[in-house]
């Protein structure tokens, strides 16, 4: 299996706190991603991030920031959870034009 | 703004019944198409890059193709153990930025 850690695993959080998730990689791999996986609407991408410091949105960005200060770590920070948030987040790497890795997966409850 | 669209969303096979699944795409400048398998409670897992139209890979009983327009997953003889989400994703333009179809179910019963 590809190097890759999210943490935590599971989490339950009430409305308006803010949550951070975290993604480790030990592959050196540039590209970092974060899904948000829901029924019905498969993988929508959030954020993701082509280097140290270069990060662009993807289609669900609102309510959601990240940051990248060193290669092998990528945070997903919702600064003030909702109940639309709850979800499962999936973080994935990749090189360019290569398959992604996915991790296991961060199952966020907002209540 | 691109897009990808899998069908059937479920489908439901007899173990040994063959079956193609779809995955069309709009895109500016496709640079590459993926396969991932997806079971309950896990990431997706990779199977498949296709990169041009024409090319074609082979899994074991898993075949994926690829058209100026849309990607077919073909799977010959299917197993129960075959059961779960594929999913289709492009990568296009200048950006490496992954787009994801909603996936199709398959059930492969005994």
């Known amino acids: 299996d590809a190097g890759i850690t999210q943490s935590p695993r599971h989490k339950v959080t009430e409305t308006g706190t803010p949550v951070t998730l975290r993604c480790h990689q030990t592959?050196?791999?540039?590209?970092m991603y974060w899904y948000r996986q829901d029924p019905g609407h498969g993988l929508r991408l959030i954020h993701y991030?082509?280097?140290?410091?270069?990060?662009d949105k993807g289609e669900v960005s609102d309510g959601y920031s990240v940051s990248r200060s060193k290669t092998e770590d990528f945070l997903l920070t919702l600064e003030s959870a909702t109940s639309s948030q709850t979800s499962v987040y999936f973080c994935?790497?990749?090189?360019?034009?290569?398959?992604?890795?996915f991790g296991q997966g961060t199952r966020l409850t907002v209540v | 703004e691109d897009q990808v669209t899998q069908s059937p969303e479920a489908l439901r096979l007899q173990e040994g019944e063959s079956s193609s699944l779809n995955c069309s795409y709009t895109v500016s400048g496709l640079r590459g198409l993926f396969w991932y398998r997806q079971d309950p409670g896990k990431g997706p897992e990779f199977l498949f890059t296709?990169?041009?139209a024409g090319e074609e890979k082979e899994k074991e009983r898993l075949k994926a193709t690829l058209t100026k327009k849309e990607s077919f997953l073909h799977i010959t003889a299917p197993k129960p153990e075959d059961s779960a989400t594929y999913l289709c994703?492009?990568?296009?333009?200048?950006?490496?930025?992954?787009?994801f179809g909603t996936g199709t179910k398959l059930q492969v019963i005994p």
């Open positions: 592959e050196n791999h540039r590209y």
């Open positions: 991030s082509y280097g140290v410091k270069d990060t």
């Open positions: 296709l990169y041009s």
């Open positions: 994935a790497i990749s090189d360019l034009l290569a398959e992604a890795f």
């Open positions: 994703a492009v990568v296009a333009g200048g950006y490496q930025k992954v787009t």
